[in-house]
């Protein structure tokens, strides 16, 4: 998994769930956990920050 493909995917929908965007790209919480927090992104009032 890239980091371009989960940006992209935030870009479309920045309100997706952990489990949605695990479903997507087809890998586990903790590969998506480390991306989001490699790219210093948090969820904050149902979206990504």
Same mark, same amino acid.
């Given at each position: 998994?890239?980091?371009? @493909?989960?940006? +992209?995917?935030?870009?479309?929908?920045?309100?997706?769930?952990? &489990? @949605?965007?695990?479903?997507?790209?087809?890998?586990? @919480?903790?590969?998506?956990?480390?991306?989001? &927090? +490699?790219?210093?992104?948090?969820? &904050? @009032?149902?979206?990504?920050?």
């Amino acid at each position: 998994m890239e980091n371009d @493909e989960l940006k +992209a995917l935030l870009n479309e929908n920045s309100s997706q769930t952990l &489990k @949605e965007l695990t479903g997507q790209l087809g890998v586990n @919480e903790s590969t998506v956990s480390r991306h989001l &927090k +490699a790219m210093k992104k948090i969820q &904050k @009032e149902e979206k990504w920050l």
